[in-house]
């Protein structure tokens, strides 16, 4: 008997945004390959924590995952069936399904809406229930997220930032969908509501057995809470591994120029810990280097005195241990360096 | 990190809450919680409007006007005047001057005095001549905001190459000198229209207005709109719309136009003064109406030459036409206002 597919798979996905030039007759420039050949899979209550730069296309990758793009190639399978082909609206019931958590939890709700009337939106879109059913499943749902029923006539210039983001989660519910893209769900909040909003995130996890993909550019947090983590540079996922795993043996150049970037509580560590600083910009997504994407910035490079075949071939995702991917030829090389161990010292014990 | 991030939340009992299905089951448990009463925006930009006084004083001055307009027959028929009745009794034989206070002609009989050389009522004048300074004005804002609101919703929310048909057709437009073509065209069109449709001199002409006007007028406020549009698209609310599963229809109904509604109305209070004064110019370079019928333009074209000797002759009618423009500009700054949703609330 085979095994039951992934809950969420994507397969080799590629998101070109093409760039056009001239007025009239457009013809095509180029393209911005904001996700070019990512495949990842996402099981069923579990959270896939995406991580990388801004400009990385993890924010893209989410949302051609709930189909607001469309891919240009590669497939999304969601239980197996691929929803990558059509239009949202002739994904049969792809809303009720996949919803997105935004980052802005401002920007994301109708400045003219009540926030019953948000949350009641998918309801009235999916023409779900009579108004008072609606009604009382918003009562329901803002219970869930911890906003009081009172609030429910309010504007969202009215709310907190924090109880703008409940709202977004809220409504983001209220189809109960089984996956739950959710794009920076944090990062415009300030730490305490941050802290209160991913222990929400967690809660509603165990109790509904939602499956997150977590997109964040913030490293603490996305190990706080994934089971798996990937890290993405330049459209691409560079390593894979759980958190664990991947803060304490890092295999990427990348990885481990991230890592020190993460301040370490104890201050005698932190003195010690080294910081890798990548030189230079990110290089355009229109334009990505030859051979490996980050040989333009990578420090092991440097190290290993400029190797011909970082310029040359493009590394392949392969596994080096047990759901562990990297994406670097000299990745056994990164085991073991002075670097690798500065930078994980405090990391790796919790 | 190491040191997780504390936990400040105490999280709340869940219950029995059954979310996995669609019915909704549970009701909501506010235990005697008292519902305050939410009012919807409409309400609430009501209560701002009633609070503002400058845009109070507006509303009454238009509504004064607009009545004033409705019902000049019989507001002239009480006072015993008329628009069109020569009266060279009122006027001097040398000159044609008004006789009375300081060559304006103001009397009791005639509050705002008389035209120089007729003699005709300036006050039955204005008043007939606002019923079709308003018609045009009013007739042809709403065909303008009708035909820019639906162009640039396609405009803005079809990009592509609609957009660009769409974004060139409304450059060609612009392009038009229009006034040279309002003139130019002005008698071979109308005189078209009187003998196709059989209509009067004046209902031609002020069609021809109303028509000329809104074609000329709807790219700007299509431009408008197609920038609003492009910009409300991506916003985040609309995308999760759209991730809820939202059809164009809805996305365009319910997400966009209430947001447009702001920029839409200011638009529109502004282009109500410009085509009331458009008309009058019209009438003042003599593309408007057939003599005896009075418009504002067209006093104010023959005031000019009385300028030295009868100054109240132009200021009468120029000072209406700068309160009703003044009114409309005024309410329509009051309303933008009271719709703002993150405006402070009364």
Redesign the interface.
């Known amino acids: 008997m085979p095994e039951a597919p992934p809950l969420l798979e994507a397969r080799d996905l590629e998101v070109h945004f093409p760039i056009t030039r001239g007025?009239?007759l457009?013809r095509n420039a180029g393209a911005v390959r904001a996700v070019d050949g990512v495949s990842l899979v996402l099981e069923r209550g579990t959270t896939f924590g995406l991580v990388g730069e801004s400009g990385c296309g993890k924010t893209t990758l989410g949302?051609t995952i709930?189909r607001?793009y469309k891919p240009t190639a590669g497939a999304i399978l969601v239980d197996g069936q691929d929803i990558a082909a059509g239009t949202?609206?002739t994904v049969q019931g792809?809303?009720?399904r996949?919803?997105?958590i935004?980052?802005?939890p401002y920007?994301?709700?109708?400045?003219?809406m009540?926030i019953?009337a948000c949350v009641a939106?998918?309801l009235r879109?999916?023409r779900?229930?009579s108004a008072h059913?609606?009604?009382?499943?918003v009562?329901?749902l803002l219970?869930?997220v911890?906003l009081?029923?009172?609030d429910?006539?309010s504007?969202p210039?009215e709310l907190s930032g924090g109880m703008r983001q409940r709202v977004?989660i809220a409504?983001a519910?209220?189809?109960?969908p089984d996956i739950i893209v959710a794009d920076e769900p944090v990062s415009s909040l300030d730490?305490?509501i941050?802290?209160?909003i991913?222990?929400?995130l967690r809660?509603l996890q165990r109790?509904?057995?939602l499956s997150y993909l977590f997109i964040s550019h913030d490293?603490?947090?996305v190990?706080?809470i994934s089971d798996q983590v990937a890290v993405m540079y330049l459209g691409r996922i560079v390593e894979s591994a759980p958190p664990r795993e991947l803060?304490r043996h890092p295999l990427h150049p990348y990885t481990v120029a991230l890592l020190s970037a993460?301040p370490?509580?104890?201050p005698i560590i932190e003195a010690q810990r080294q910081r890798i600083i990548l030189t230079g910009e990110l290089p355009s997504a229109a334009n990505p280097p030859s051979g490996c994407r980050f040989h333009t910035r990578c420090w092991l490079r440097t190290k290993l005195g400029n190797p011909e075949v970082c310029t040359s071939e493009d590394p392949a995702l392969s596994p080096l241990a047990p759901a562990h991917t990297v994406a670097c030829h000299f990745a056994s090389e990164v085991d073991g360096t002075p670097e690798q161990e500065s930078v994980t010292r405090?990391?790796g014990?919790? | 990190m190491v040191a997780s991030v504390q936990l400040p939340f105490e999280e709340r009992s869940l219950g029995s809450m059954s979310l996995a299905s669609d019915h909704v089951v549970s009701t909501p448990s506010s235990g005697g919680e008292s519902e305050i009463a939410g009012r919807s925006l409409t309400q609430i930009a009501w209560a701002r409007l009633r609070r503002d006084k400058v845009a109070m004083t507006s509303v009454v001055v238009i509504t004064l006007i607009l009545l004033f307009a409705i019902f000049a027959p019989v507001i002239c028929k009480l006072l015993g005047i008329s628009p069109t009745e020569i009266n060279t009794d009122n006027v001097s034989d040398f000159g044609g001057l008004p006789n009375g206070f300081k060559h304006s002609g103001i009397s009791w009989q005639h509050p705002l005095g008389v035209e120089p050389q007729t003699g005709r009522d300036l006050l039955a004048r204005l008043l007939y001549g606002s019923r079709i300074s308003l018609l045009i004005a009013l007739s042809g804002t709403i065909i303008t905001m009708v035909v820019g609101v639906v162009v640039g919703i396609i405009a803005g929310y079809s990009r592509g190459w609609l957009d660009t048909a769409l974004g060139r057709f409304m450059d060609i437009v612009l392009a038009f000198p229009v006034l040279l073509i309002l003139l130019a065209l002005s008698n071979p069109l109308t005189q078209r229209l009187e003998v196709s449709f059989h209509m009067q001199p004046n209902s031609a002409r002020i069609l021809y207005i109303i028509l000329v006007l809104s074609l000329f007028g709807w790219p700007y406020l299509a431009r408008i709109v197609r920038g609003q549009v492009l910009s409300l698209r991506e916003r985040e609310f609309v995308e999760s719309a759209v991730a809820m599963g939202a059809g164009t229809r809805r996305i365009l109904f319910k997400e966009i136009l209430p947001n447009l509604w702001a920029p839409i109305l200011v638009y529109a209070s502004l282009l109500l003064p410009t085509f009331i004064a458009a008309e009058a110019t019209l009438s003042f370079l003599g593309v408007g109406l057939v003599p005896p019928t009075p418009s504002w333009g067209a006093m104010l074209a023959d005031s000019v030459r009385y300028f030295r000797v009868d100054p109240a002759f132009l200021f009468i009618p120029g000072t209406y036409l700068f309160i009703v423009v003044l009114g409309f500009n005024l309410l329509g700054d009051a309303i933008r206002d009271a719709l703002d949703p993150r405006a402070g609330r009364v």
């Open positions: 007025v009239l457009q949302r709930v607001l949202r609206e792809l809303p009720r996949l919803q997105m935004f980052q802005d920007a994301s709700l109708d400045p003219r009540t019953g939106e998918p879109i999916q779900l229930g059913e609606r009604q009382a499943r009562a329901e219970d869930l911890g009081r029923t009172r429910t006539s504007y210039h977004g409504r519910l209220a189809l109960s730490v305490s941050q802290a209160q991913v222990n929400l809660r109790d509904l057995g490293l603490s947090l190990r706080r803060y993460i370490v509580p104890n405090g990391l014990g919790r």
